[in-house]
């Protein structure tokens, strides 16, 4: 059974430029977590999403960020004009339910590091 | 309010036990997580604990909470070199995603 899958590992961008991120959840998971990692910081939750259907998105800044979780295929994270302060370690989740009662199972991150 | 906090470092002799703590601030919380993370690695569920619980054992891991103090400790017995890495804290509770702490270094000398 795979676990979440995050492509790609590294990427790397010019400031201005697009990243898109993508993720693979566990098979049988339905739900989606964006976390975003600084330098010596916790995880800053994201977005949660559900197939088609965004959930919270509170802790997404509200220019250049979206999300989505279509019907078929991965989840993406974009990022539209990046900026430098955008490098960071963007980790994606997925869990079966929602996450009070359903652990979340992480995939090892896409490494975003803007030049 | 949501804040979780750790303490940022910790170092430990090889077979000696660790002790890493965690204090969260939401009574309302249903579960707290411990995950562990190895460089250039993702987040590895350890184990959690309902909140009506004070006590969970998982082979060398016990998690003790308190939850009149709102305080949350992973203790890692007969610690390993294998064991260095980072632990994080995170609590949820219904309708929210995961909050979490920002994570003790672990550190194991041998």
């Known amino acids: 059974n795979a676990g979440v899958m995050q492509n790609p590992r590294h990427l790397v961008r010019r400031r201005g430029q697009e990243a898109r991120l993508r993720c693979s959840p566990m098979k049988g998971h339905s739900h989606v977590y964006w976390y975003r990692q600084l330098p010596e910081e916790g995880l800053k939750f994201m977005v949660y999403l559900q197939k088609e259907n965004i959930i919270d998105e509170s ?5 250049r960020f979206s999300a989505e979780f279509p019907k078929e295929g991965p989840s993406i994270l974009r990022i539209q004009q990046v900026v430098r302060g955008d490098s960071a370690a963007y980790f994606c989740a997925s869990s079966p339910g929602q996450s009070f009662n359903s652990p979340l199972h992480f995939g090892n ?3 975003l590091t803007v030049t | ?7 940022l470092f910790l170092s430990v002799r090889e077979g000696d036990s660790s002790v890493i703590n965690c ?3 939401d009574s309302s919380s249903t579960y707290l997580y411990w995950y562990k993370q190895e460089p250039g690695a993702g987040l590895q ?11 969970k054992q998982d082979q060398r891991l ?3 909470l308190n939850k009149k103090d709102k305080h949350l400790s992973l203790r890692i017995a007969d610690t390993q070199t294998g064991d260095s890495a980072i632990y994080f804290c995170a609590e949820s509770w219904e309708g929210t995603a995961l909050i979490f702490g920002k994570g003790t270094t672990l550190s194991v000398s041998s």
Do not use: A, H, W
Not at chain 1, 59 to 63: I, R
Not at chain 2, 1 to 7: C, P, R
């Open chain 2, 45 to 55: 569920l350890l184990t959690y604990i309902f909140s009506n619980m004070d006590m």
């Open chain 2, 62 to 64: 016990t998690v003790l």
């Open chain 1, 59 to 63: 802790g997404m800044p509200k220019e």
């Open chain 2, 1 to 7: 309010g949501e804040d979780v906090e750790q303490s």
């Open chain 1, 109 to 111: 991150g896409t490494r």
């Open chain 2, 23 to 25: 204090t969260y601030t």
